[in-house]
C-alpha cells in the first residue's frame, strides 16, 4: 500500500513564525501535492510538483512555497504565518495514474 | 471557472439501508472522476472511481453511476454500516494530473 507521511499532525504557531510542513511518501510518485481543507470551502490546491525541483502554483499559492529537492518529499513553507492560514493541511502524492493517496493531514494553529 | 458540487451537504440514513450521494459537474469534457471517503482526523482515503466511457461501476458494497447526458455523478452504498460515516467527496480530473474536489457530503448512520 501506498504511505504518505506527514511530520505533524497538530501544529501551534504565532504570527510571523516560518512553518515547514513536511511530506514523504515511500512509492516513488512523480507527483505531489499540497491542498488545505476549510469547513464549507473543500480541499483547495496550494502547489503541486510533477518531479524534482519542478513546482506549479494551484489555485491559492498566495502566502506559500514549497520545495522538492528529492522525489519523495515534498515540503510546503509558510514564509511568515497568519492567522488565516489557521487549517488542515493535506499532502497527495500520485503515479501517471489520476488516483491521489492522501496523508493524515496537519491541523495548523496559527496565533 | 469549471466546479464540481455536491447536492446536500448531509445525509442521515439507517443502518442497513442503502445510502446515495449525489455530485454534478460542470465541465462536460472531463473523462475521470473519483470518489474518496473521509473519517473524522483521517486523511481523504479513495473509495472509486470510473471513466467517462462507462456508465457504472461497482465495488464491494458501492456502485458510482455517472449520468454525461446531465453530468451528474453518483455513489451508492449498500447496507449501510456505522463505519461507513464519513464525509464523501467527488473528484474531477483537470488537466493531466490535477482534481477537483466538492464540497463533500457528511454521511450519518442511525442505529
Known amino acids: 500500500d501506498v504511505k504518505v507521511t506527514q511530520s505533524s499532525r497538530y501544529l501551534v504557531k504565532r504570527t510571523g513564525e516560518k512553518v515547514f510542513l513536511e511530506c514523504v511518501q515511500d512509492?516513488?510518485?512523480?507527483?505531489m501535492f499540497w491542498y488545505r481543507q476549510d469547513p464549507g470551502l473543500g480541499l483547495r490546491l496550494i502547489y503541486f510538483s510533477y518531479d524534482v525541483k519542478m513546482k506549479e502554483k494551484g489555485d491559492i499559492p498566495e502566502g506559500y512555497s514549497v520545495s522538492r529537492e528529492k522525489k519523495e518529499r515534498f515540503s510546503l513553507i509558510l514564509e511568515s504565518a497568519s492567522t488565516n492560514q489557521t487549517s488542515m493541511y493535506l499532502c497527495?502524492?500520485?503515479?501517471?495514474?489520476?488516483?491521489?493517496?492522501f496523508g493524515p493531514g496537519t491541523r495548523l494553529t496559527v496565533l | 471557472g469549471e466546479s464540481v458540487g455536491l447536492h446536500l451537504p448531509t445525509l442521515s440514513v439507517q443502518e442497513g439501508d442503502n445510502s446515495i450521494i449525489n455530485c454534478a459537474y460542470s465541465?462536460?469534457?472531463?473523462?475521470?472522476f473519483i470518489w474518496y471517503k473521509q473519517e473524522s482526523g483521517k486523511g481523504p482515503q479513495f473509495i472509486i472511481d470510473?471513466?467517462?466511457?462507462?456508465d457504472k461501476r461497482q465495488g464491494q458494497r458501492v456502485t458510482v453511476l455517472l449520468n454525461k447526458t446531465v453530468k451528474h455523478l453518483s455513489l451508492q452504498i449498500a447496507a449501510t454500516q456505522p463505519g461507513d460515516s464519513a464525509v464523501y467527496f467527488c473528484?474531477?480530473?483537470?488537466?493531466?494530473?490535477?482534481?477537483?474536489f466538492g464540497q463533500g457530503t457528511r454521511l450519518t448512520i442511525n442505529p
Open positions: 512509492m516513488d510518485h512523480e507527483n
Open positions: 497527495a502524492s500520485s503515479s501517471p495514474r489520476p488516483e491521489q493517496f
Open positions: 473528484a474531477e480530473k483537470q488537466g493531466a494530473q490535477k482534481l477537483v
Open positions: 465541465n462536460s469534457a472531463s473523462d475521470y
Open positions: 470510473i471513466r467517462s466511457n462507462m
